[in-house]
């Protein structure tokens, strides 16, 4: 069995010590927003996750990239890996941000454009999860998985640019502002240290998780090798 | 000023609440899941290596 790396504890560590910090500079640091009050916290922590599920994506296109020039079977694992936390914390920002619009837009759901495209990510990477189990054949499952990740990944930058192309509501706290935008705001500076402050601490938490998982998959790798000897 | 803000700011709380408590409760489900994934499949990894010797 594969002892736990020094360096994974040492990240480990790291990343708790770096995110408690990050709760404390929401709730003690961060002032409370004078117009939404405190739901306007939930920002924080919202951006974040979606910026973790967007960087594990963009890894699992190029894991896949990786995969078809090398047919290697770690790149396989590495994108399987990076997807599913992706998904994990795609789906927590796209629930946040439903109920901080409750107070903010009044409703807990509209198909506005940046809305329907992050819909449009989670759905199309769960259906990676899904057809991905449905291949038993390791080569030939491994490379509808790179070959997936690849195009799927044009679904992402699509929902990056959508509130800044197109007509919606949902605000644009970083650069120019939308004008039909509603719920936006100007950060203080407070706000924007806990805003990077968090984006970076997600993202210890992502490669902390990522290698975690990336564990998981060698050893379920093992374990299907394992199988196929005995079952020969 | 000050009491004006205090005024007209909303209390939006339960939403804060509601939003960090799916937050943890997300988080906790997925790391017990890799957790007790990784135990299974070490303990099939051990059953199927004690298979093989057989």
Do not use: C
Not at chain 1, 17 to 32: D, H, L, N, S
Not at chain 1, 69 to 85: G, L, P, Q, T
């Amino acid at each position: 069995m594969e002892a736990k790396p020094r360096l994974l504890t040492v990240l480990e560590a790291v990343t708790g010590v770096m995110f408690v910090i990050a709760v404390a500079m929401v709730f003690f640091y961060a002032p409370t927003e004078a117009v939404m009050g405190n739901v306007q916290k939930v920002f924080y922590f919202h951006v974040a996750a979606a910026w973790v599920g967007m960087l594990g994506f963009m890894a699992a296109g190029v894991a896949g990239v990786a995969f078809l020039r090398k047919k290697d079977f770690k790149w396989d694992i590495v994108s399987m890996a990076a997807v599913e936390i992706s998904l994990v914390f795609f789906f927590i920002s796209i629930v946040l941000g439903s109920i901080w619009a409750r107070p903010a837009w009044n409703t807990w759901w509209t198909w506005d454009p940046r809305l329907t495209t992050a819909t449009v990510v989670e759905l199309v990477y769960a259906a990676y999860l899904l057809l991905r189990q449905g291949i038993d054949d390791p080569d030939r499952r491994a490379r509808f998985g790179a070959v997936y990740t690849i195009v799927g990944f044009i679904s992402v930058p699509l929902t990056f640019i959508s509130i800044r192309l197109l007509r919606t509501i949902h605000p644009v706290v970083i650069g120019d502002s939308n004008p039909d935008a509603t719920g936006g705001f100007s950060m203080t500076a407070p706000m924007r240290l806990t805003f990077f402050y968090s984006l970076i601490t997600f993202s210890f938490i992502f490669v902390t998780l990522l290698w975690h998982r990336i564990r998981l998959g060698k050893l379920a790798e093992k374990v299907e090798q394992l199988r196929l000897k005995l079952s020969v | 000023m000050f009491e004006l803000l205090l005024r007209t700011t909303p209390n939006t709380n339960n939403y804060m609440i509601g939003g960090y408590a799916v937050f943890f409760i997300v988080m906790i489900v997925y790391l017990f899941s890799l957790v007790l994934r990784y135990r299974n499949m070490q303990r099939d990894l051990a059953t199927l290596e004690d298979l093989e010797k057989e």
